[in-house]
């Protein structure tokens, strides 16, 4: 167990559904990443916080968002939902200073 | 632009055996290169991760090789068990001046398979 937790665990959804995702980083943790893993493209970054504040900006479309709050749990909303963004959503939680990342669980999200 | 490529994309090893996956990257700024493990239904566990300046390092059955001039580096799983069965990722940051964005940038992976 990382010690970061992801909710909810499935997401079954329609298209033009918006959905939101819940990431609670390791305790001490500042720095939360969001990443998508799909079987075409793999893993690949989204969205970084850090302390409440975006520091990077990955392959996010913009129908996405993110947000990081002050008890430092993350939110990644989804918006306007495709069958293509149908995937495996991960944040990973990071120290801030140090490049170690770990991984929660994910939210599979299925787009019908 | 895939910047960092993994291979095989499967192996399958015999339980005792050695079992290396390689990966090689472009981007010369890259400065972490960890690799996670990830088992079905579950999030990329961290392994072992490596710095430019260190060509080995060992960590119980987990060996990262790192040739700097080649821009390649590789992980050997020794005596290989069945409960190493899952998918390996290789992975690249780069160092930035605000040092806290330190995002990763994977290879497709590798499905390992040990047989008993």
């Known amino acids: 167990d990382s010690g970061v937790t992801q909710t909810p665990k499935h997401l079954i959804t329609a298209t033009g559904q918006r959905v939101t995702l819940r990431c609670s980083p390791r305790?001490?943790?500042?720095?939360v990443y969001w990443y998508q893993q799909s079987l075409d493209q793999g893993l690949q970054f989204l969205i970084q916080?850090?302390?409440?504040?975006?520091?990077a900006k990955g392959n996010i479309l913009e129908r996405f968002s993110a947000q990081q709050f002050p008890d430092l749990h993350s939110e990644l909303n989804l918006s306007s939902l495709e069958l293509g963004d149908s995937a495996l959503y991960f944040c990973?939680?990071?120290?801030?200073?140090?490049?170690?990342?770990?991984f929660g669980p994910g939210t599979r999200l299925t787009v019908t | 632009q895939q910047q960092v490529k993994q291979s095989p994309q499967s192996l399958i090893v015999q339980k005792g055996g050695i079992s290396i996956i390689n990966c090689a990257y472009e981007?010369?700024?890259?400065?972490?290169f960890p690799w996670y493990q990830q088992f079905p239904g579950k999030g990329p566990a961290l392994l072992i991760a490596?710095?430019?300046?260190?060509s080995e390092k060992k960590e119980g059955r987990f060996t990262i090789s790192f040739n700097k001039s080649a821009k390649q580096f590789s992980l050997h799983i020794m005596d290989s068990q069945p409960g190493d069965s899952a998918t390996y990722f290789c992975a690249a940051s780069v160092s930035n001046s605000g040092g806290s964005n330190y995002k990763l940038t994977f290879g497709k992976g590798t499905l390992l398979t040990v047989n008993p």
């Open positions: 990973a939680s990071s120290v801030g200073g140090l490049r170690e990342q770990y």
């Open positions: 490596i710095r430019p300046d260190v």
């Open positions: 916080y850090y302390n409440g504040e975006e520091r």
């Open positions: 305790s001490g943790d500042l720095s």
């Open positions: 981007n010369t700024a890259f400065d972490y």
